[in-house]
């Protein structure tokens, strides 16, 4: 098996175009085990290369409600009321530990994106 490193744009293509061609492979045999080493090489030159950070809590919440097709009342449960959902939800307040757990155990929101701080919270 000859696989070198992805460094530059034309190795990710060339890459890319071998995934491509190998998708159809079965695990096990070797055209599988290219196919799972050249997606693990790619796997780490986008994380690399293009890294994505975690969305605040506000984001975070925002997203997951319009997921979930939630309106600001449901999460009245996990907040507080309404007024202080809508404080949160404006970025007037911080969530609390109390709420970062309620929203990370009812809406499964990571709470790594509860807890990042945004440079307009900070």
């Known amino acids: 098996m000859n696989v070198k490193p992805i460094r530059t744009k034309a190795d990710y293509r060339a890459a890319l175009k071998e995934i491509e061609f190998l998708m159809a492979a079965r695990p096990g045999t070797p055209e599988g085990e290219r196919l799972d080493v050249i997606a693990t ?3 780490a030159y986008e994380a690399k290369r293009f890294p994505m950070d975690l969305p605040d809590a506000v ?4 997203f997951r409600m319009e997921q979930s097709g939630l309106a600001p009342k449901d999460l009245v449960p996990m907040i507080g009321q309404i007024n202080r959902v809508y404080e949160v939800l404006n970025r007037k307040r911080p969530l609390t530990l109390q709420m970062i757990r309620r929203l990370h155990r009812d809406l499964g929101i990571p709470a790594e994106s509860l807890i990042k ?3 307009e919270a900070a």
Do not use: D, P
């Not at 984001?59 to 925002?62: D, G, L, Q």
């Open 117 to 119: 701080t945004t440079a």
């Open 59 to 62: 984001e975070a919440i925002r």
């Open 41 to 43: 090489l790619v796997q």
